[in-house]
């Protein structure tokens, strides 16, 4: 994955109780089906989760964990030709995803579980450290900040120091300020105003706003399923504003929009 084109990494939750999908891949091969679906519509990364980290889920062994993703990314990593992701903050869940077939970690703990670092080290994939105030169950309880953007610098520079420290080498990390993780509305709208300033690290940008509550807030407390224009919108800006990768769930509406800015920006199709 490099910083060229914009990639679409398509979000696929094998969680019962996820804010926006929970419950619809909750079996194997509703799992792999999306995932193909999304390959087709012109996902560039599946991203696979077996955790819900929306605001107060509750928390998933590992071991279920590891029996919800593993089948699927074994399966998919010889039927599909597309980077798989595994999202997960748990070391053991990480390397039996990444010997499955997963070549990037997405952590929204940023690698600061006990072994974290060490066992992504270990395994040279990529990372994405996202950044996230306060814990699943306490994050969105009066999230404040000095200055949100230079906040999430700082914490991104000793995470960025960790993982050098550890033996990830730069060019291996992601960054991902977290939309609506230990943020208000007004938190996420300025991320996403100023998100150009996380360029600074010369590292590539991950941009997750898909269908969130900060979508449905600007549409008047809008219900997820409503969320998709909203959406997409949120994932053009964050491409202009140096997003070099968009998570999201409405794969080819997200790719038709970005093919619309590729071309009227002087791009030739292809």
């Known amino acids: ?126 990372v994405c450290l996202m950044h996230r105030q306060g814990s699943t169950k306490t994050m969105q309880i009066d999230p404040t900040y000095d200055d949100v953007i230079e906040d999430i610098k700082r914490f991104f520079d000793q995470r960025i120091k960790a993982c050098e420290r550890a033996g990830i080498s730069k060019d291996k990390i992601i960054l991902d300020p977290g939309f609506g993780f230990g943020k208000t509305l007004e938190h996420n709208l300025e991320i996403l105003r100023r998100f150009d300033e996380f360029k600074s690290f010369n590292l590539r940008l991950l941009a997750g706003l898909s269908r969130k509550s900060m979508i449905g807030a600007v549409l008047n407390n809008r219900e997820a399923e409503g969320r998709i224009i909203g959406s997409v919108i949120g994932a053009i800006m964050a491409v202009q504003n140096g997003a070099n990768i968009v998570r999201v769930h409405d794969i080819l509406e997200t790719k038709d929009a970005l093919l619309m800015l590729k071309v009227t920006n002087g791009e030739k199709i292809g």
């Open 1 to 126: 994955m490099s910083f060229k084109n914009p990639l679409i990494m398509g979000v696929l939750n094998i969680t019962p109780d996820s804010f926006f999908d929970g419950g619809q891949y909750f079996d194997t091969e509703l799992a792999i089906a999306s995932a193909k679906r999304m390959v087709a519509n012109g996902a560039d990364i599946i991203d696979v989760g077996g955790e819900s980290t929306r605001p107060n889920a509750q928390p998933v062994s590992e071991n279920d964990e590891i029996s919800r993703v593993i089948p699927v990314i074994k399966a998919l990593s010889t039927q599909i030709n597309v980077p798989i992701s595994i999202d997960t903050s748990e070391p053991q869940v990480m390397k039996l995803a990444v010997e499955a077939g997963a070549s990037v970690i997405n952590d929204v703990n940023a690698l600061q579980a006990e072994g974290a670092l060490k066992i992504a080290a270990l395994l040279k994939v990529d």
